[in-house]
């Protein structure tokens, strides 16, 4: 009964040790270490408020038969939703010689006047693919977006009706500053050289807008 009792003592001694908190040699509480974790903070870069955009684009036009040229332009947009919106646009190139007139070495066909290439077009956009991009612990909003409208096309001395659709990126770089890619075809029937054709005049743009 004796060593019964004295083994009931040794293990509640032993189980009180464990239990009980360590200490340190100095008598206090050893610290437990918690890692120091630098959390990134990400900031988002949003469409503002207001749903105007106006923008300046420059860029590339190819005009069928007469070679590619320098295009710059104006574009207005109001974005109804999230995903539509509506877009006016105006662009002017200056085309070149014409293929023909490259070949035959002679005298010019058409006067600078009749070269100078002026479209405007009322076209609808959808932003298809909304997204973010994250550059430099900031989240920038993006949108690939397809657009497709019609218009008119100022050339060789008279104007086209001109059907028009592409597709586009754009980045906001801040709540109000956006930066465009674009890709678009500007296709009508034209009649020189006493022949009728569908020309596709292909445009690779890119620009810096604002919102208001």
């Not at 300046?56 to 005009?63: A, M, N, Q």
Request: with cysteine; glycine share 8%; net charge negative.
């Amino acid at each position: 009964m004796e060593n019964w009792y004295q083994r009931f003592l040794l293990s509640s001694t032993l189980l009180a040790s464990l239990c009980s908190p360590t200490w340190a040699d100095e008598g206090g509480p050893i610290q437990v270490i918690e890692p120091e974790i630098d959390r990134r903070t990400i900031e988002r870069a949003a469409i503002d408020t207001e749903n105007i955009e106006l923008s300046l684009f420059y860029g590339i036009i190819s005009i069928e038969d007469f070679d590619s040229a320098e295009v710059i332009g104006l574009r207005a947009a109001w974005h109804v939703t999230d995903a539509i919106f509506f877009e006016a646009s105006y662009g002017q190139a200056q085309g070149d010689l014409t293929s023909y007139e490259q070949i035959s070495g002679g005298l010019p066909l058409f006067s600078d006047e009749d070269r100078d290439y002026l479209y405007y077009n009322l076209a609808v956009g959808w932003n298809i693919f909304p997204g973010e991009v994250f550059l430099f612990d900031h989240a920038f909003n993006s949108a690939f977006y397809l657009i497709g409208g019609a218009g008119s096309t100022d050339f060789v001395g008279d104007k086209w009706f001109t059907v028009t659709f592409g597709a586009g990126y754009r980045l906001l770089l801040t709540d109000s500053i956006a930066w465009h890619i674009d890709v678009r075809d500007h296709f009508f029937d034209r009649e020189i050289f006493t022949i009728e054709e569908t020309t596709n005049n292909i445009e690779f743009t890119t620009g810096i807008s604002v919102f208001f």
